[in-house]
Structures are given as C-alpha cells and as structure tokens.
C-alpha cells in the first residue's frame, strides 16, 4: 500500500520556519489537529501567511482523503486569523499622492486607471490600448473572468489623451514591457512611499475608494457591482462601509 508522506518540501514552498518531520511526524495520516494548531500558532506575527498556509494544507490533506490515504481531516475547526480590512484612501491621501505625481507621469495615470476604473491592480496592470473604444474601455477581470464595459471618467481621458502610447499596454515598464504581478505592486508601493503617505495604503485601496466614491454619487449597490464587478453584494457593502460611515 502506497505510504502517504508529507515530504519538508511540501511546507518549504509555504516558507514555513517549521517542518512536519521537526515535529516527530513523518506520515500524513499521523498529523493531528493539535500539530496543525502548533504550525499555524508559530505564525501568528504573520497572519496572512498562516492562512495561507493553512489553506494549501486543507488541499493537502483532503485530496489525501479523497485518495483513501487519511479518514478524517485535522484541519477541521482549526481557526484562520481574522484579517485586518484593508483601508480605503481618503480623499486627503488621493490629494497628496496626486500633489506628488502631476499629470504626464506614470504613478499618476496608473492611481487613475485603478481609481476610475475600480479594478484590481492585477487588471490595471494588464490594460492595452486597444481596450479603449471611443469614452469606454473594455476589462477581462483577471480573477472572476467577468467582463465589463466602463466608461472612461473624464479626469482618467486627460491623463490618458497625454500619456505616451509606445507600446501595447497602457502602462509599462522603463523597458517597454508589460508590468508583471510583483513589478506593478513594487512600482505602487514606492510611489506611494515617496508620496509619504502612511503604510496603510496600498494600490487596493484605491479599488475600495472607488466604491466609496460612486456610493456618495448615490449609486446603488448593484450599479457599483456594474463598475467593480463583484459578484456578491455583501462585499459591495463591505467596500462601501467607510462612505456609510461618513454620512
């Protein structure tokens, strides 16, 4: 019978500072729920990558399951971190990022493609010019598949009407090249930085200022999730808390 190993790699590609065979257990179907408390309780300074983590090992475990190798799975019951809600830019902080980065630069046209269109940096990223049909632009979202027509904010055609259009995408690196995940998020985050605006604001909050803006136009939850393209109202809601909060 095939023996079902959890192998140090399996926990090395989670950069994990613990390993499963550290803790005396070298068989997936000798882990207990009190092992995956101790590796997920050793993060605790890290809650995101504990979820994560813990995560990818509800997989693990249950596709052992599923294979006949465990009966039950120890990761039941077992508690995620409750994750801080991202903040929502204020109309302060988009004044000062703006006041840092005028009109014709790079960091200026990248806070309007995310703040005027509402998406995620990881389809902002991804926008080529041909997207653009007359005061529209068309969006493929990345994570759902959804695709949306939104129409192009005035403020974002004058930046768009100045910007170079050397290559395919709307944004680009200095080489000419498309933006890749972790280049576009470094590229916000140093803008942001040297805007001096504090820690709390990240290029996704720029996503939730958005909702929060076309929820103080008077927008309705669902001619939101039209622009977003959330798909539950709940998180809609979620997202518009801080303009709720503010009336």
Not at 6 to 24: D, I, T, V, W
Not at 73 to 99: C, G, M, N, Q
Not at 167 to 182: D, M, P, R, V, Y
């Amino acid at each position: 019978m095939r023996e079902a190993t959890l192998k140090p790699s399996c926990f090395a590609s989670c950069n994990h500072p613990l390993r499963y065979k550290e803790k005396g257990i070298g068989r997936a179907d000798q882990m207990k729920r009190e092992h995956i408390i101790t590796l997920i309780g050793a993060m605790a300074d890290r809650p995101g990558a504990a979820n994560m983590l813990l995560k990818r090992l509800r997989i693990l475990l249950r596709f052992g399951i599923d294979l006949g190798w465990l009966k039950d799975d120890p990761t039941t019951r077992v508690k995620t971190y409750r994750s801080h809600e991202l903040h929502t830019w204020t109309e302060e902080e988009i004044t000062a990022f703006e006041a840092r980065w005028p009109e014709g630069s790079k960091q200026r046209l990248a806070l309007a493609l995310l703040l005027y269109t509402g998406q995620r940096g990881s389809d902002v990223r991804k926008m080529v010019w041909t997207d653009i049909a007359g005061t529209t632009i068309r969006v493929a979202q990345q994570k759902t598949g959804t695709k949306l027509v939104l129409p192009l904010h005035p403020d974002l055609q004058a930046l768009l009407a100045i910007a170079p259009r050397k290559q395919a995408t709307i944004l680009a690196t200095e080489l000419g090249a498309a933006f890749s995940a972790k280049g576009f998020g470094n590229f916000m985050s140093a803008a942001i930085r040297s805007a001096c605006l504090p820690t709390r604001c990240k290029a996704h909050g720029l996503r939730k200022a958005a909702a929060r803006r076309l929820a103080d136009a008077g927008c309705t939850t669902k001619q939101i999730a039209a622009i977003t393209g959330h798909k539950s109202l709940a998180e809609i809601e979620r997202y518009t808390r801080a303009a709720d909060a503010l009336r």
